[in-house]
């Protein structure tokens, strides 16, 4: 349970006076310290998570990392959270941090607009040494983002909240809701789990994210749209004209979407601000002053365009065999049974309970995915698929109804979950749904003309498609692909072998 104000921890030493806030595993209280009179903060582990399969793992690292902290406090940094004590409550542990006055960067810009160039400067450079001192000590913060850097009344930056344990989720949250503040995590933090997670990389993409928000006052571009969806980062400086070139391109080199491409440590990204020594010009004692010379034209050299290298065999024999064939093979046999004996078996109405069944197999997979923006046809698919079933039985119409308004119930909660504005969510389900619904008329029109194999091989070519642009593109760069995109094939497989048991019953049934 959540504790309440007024309860006493620590034999009376701490009193609960508020939650501050939650996410993930962590809980986050403010108290005060009875004897001294002061404010602090106390960071927990939810209780509330305890079911999880993960909670223990999340609570032994957390009392690990809380350790290390409280040790690497004992010598304290001028623009680092103190944290001054560390105890279990009942099993649980805490972490006490001083609580600091002020408003945060994130609070600062809201109010204020974009700040300027010099008290942005001072406030990147104090938190750099911070972070600094922190990677020097062999740890990460993992979220210096505006929210957790406090401006005190004194002007001075404070680095708060270290990301503690933060690469373990609950099961039943997504990457994207790991990543609260997206805008300031570089793609690898939010896709290829706790290693990525544990490189400085990852604070210097976060600085310099903070960095351009604070000088722009506008959020960055996500790094994951950048990466799935091709979207660029537009240069802070034609956001803000006035900014410094060699900022412009710090910030820039801060945010490199590879990790290879940004500075490898903190303190070289933080010569990257400063400003560059004008060029030394060489003094004589006495000038000669020679007469213009002839001006020659310059050679025009020969341009040639670039060629693409072909990819190796190497590379994609490295793909293929990351594809998990096994399981394909045994699932698209499964389903092809079952799509057999549904179309024999079964009477009308339960063939359109099956179809229903088969696309909320695939539709949860697409609300918990950060591909789903990179992959808009992977959500209408299903309809595709059902229309054409559904109006092979004469009860297109409710079929219809019921998965178009199915679809965009889901579709739209997925899309306010990811742009966080209804009116961005209703902009991309229209965009999104008209290729949708001209395949699904196009699919009724084959089913009605009895060309039921043209409908289903339209589906299965489509499948096709959307497995090499989603898996291919996305995950097979590194040779990997993880485990939610693992489920991601196995649940288009299903519908395939589906499709192709129903083409199976179609084909015995017309000649019986």
Not at 7 to 32: D, M, P, W
Not at 105 to 112: F, H, P
Not at 284 to 295: G, L, T
Not at 345 to 363: E, F, G
Request: hydrophobic content about 45%; overall charge positive.
């Amino acid at each position: 349970m959540v504790w309440q104000a007024g309860q006493l921890l620590h034999n009376g030493k701490y009193e609960i006076l508020e939650v501050l806030g939650r996410g993930g595993f962590g809980l986050t209280y403010k108290a005060r310290h009875r004897q001294l009179t002061l404010e602090v903060v106390i960071k927990t582990p939810d209780i509330l998570q305890k079911r999880d399969t993960e909670y223990e793992d999340y609570v032994r690292q957390f009392e690990a990392e809380g350790r290390k902290l409280a040790k690497f406090s004992q010598t304290p940094h001028a623009h680092i959270v103190r944290i001054s004590d560390f105890f279990t409550e009942g099993q649980v542990p805490c972490l006490v941090m001083d609580f600091i006055q002020g408003q945060t960067l994130m609070e600062r810009v809201k109010t204020q607009g974009k700040l300027s160039e010099a008290e942005c400067l001072k406030y990147i450079r104090q938190i750099g040494s911070a972070l600094e001192a922190v990677h020097q000590a062999g740890m990460v913060h993992r979220d210096a983002h505006p929210g957790n850097i406090m401006i005190q009344p004194n002007g001075n930056a404070i680095l708060i909240d270290f990301g503690i344990a933060k690469e373990i989720i609950p099961a039943g949250s997504s990457s994207t809701d790991y990543a609260a503040n997206p805008s300031f995590a570089p793609y690898e933090q939010v896709y290829k789990g706790s290693k990525a997670n544990r490189q400085p990389s990852v604070d210097i993409y976060a600085l310099a994210a903070s960095f351009y928000y604070a000088v722009t006052g506008q959020k960055p571009t996500p790094s994951m749209e950048r990466r799935l969806d091709n979207r660029p980062l537009t240069s802070p400086k034609e956001i803000n004209p006035n900014l410094s070139d060699h900022l412009n391109k710090a910030i820039t080199l801060g945010m490199a979407l590879e990790k290879e491409n940004r500075p490898q440590s903190m303190s070289d990204w933080l010569q990257q601000l400063e400003l560059p020594p004008p060029p030394v010009e060489k003094k004589y004692r006495q000038e000669k002053v020679n007469p213009p010379q002839p001006r020659k034209e310059p050679k025009v050299a020969e341009t040639t365009a670039p060629v693409n290298p072909k990819p190796s065999e190497n590379s994609l024999q490295k793909k293929l065999k990351a594809l998990p064939w096994g399981w394909l093979i045994g699932v698209f046999l499964v389903y092809g049974v079952i799509g057999f004996f549904l179309f024999v078996a079964a009477s009308p109405p339960r063939r359109i309970i099956a179809v229903a069944v088969a696309m909320a197999v695939l539709m949860p997979g697409a609300a918990t995915s950060p591909l789903v923006f990179s992959a808009y046809f992977f959500v209408l698919f299903p309809f595709f698929l059902g229309w054409m079933t559904i109006i092979v039985w004469n009860s297109w119409s409710l079929g219809i109804f019921i998965g178009t308004a199915f679809g965009v119930i889901l579709f739209l909660a997925v899309a306010h979950h990811e742009k966080h504005t209804w009116l961005n969510s209703v902009a991309s389900l229209i965009f999104i749904i008209s290729p949708g619904l001209v395949g699904g008329i196009a699919s009724g029109i084959l089913a009605k003309m009895n060309h039921i194999f043209a409908g289903i091989l339209m589906g299965i070519v489509f499948q096709g498609l959307l497995i090499l642009n989603i898996v291919f593109k996305e995950e097979c760069k590194g040779n990997k692909i993880s485990p939610f995109n693992i489920f991601l094939i196995l649940a288009v497989t299903n519908l395939s072998g589906l499709a192709s048991g129903w083409l199976l019953g179609f084909l015995l049934h017309s000649k019986g």
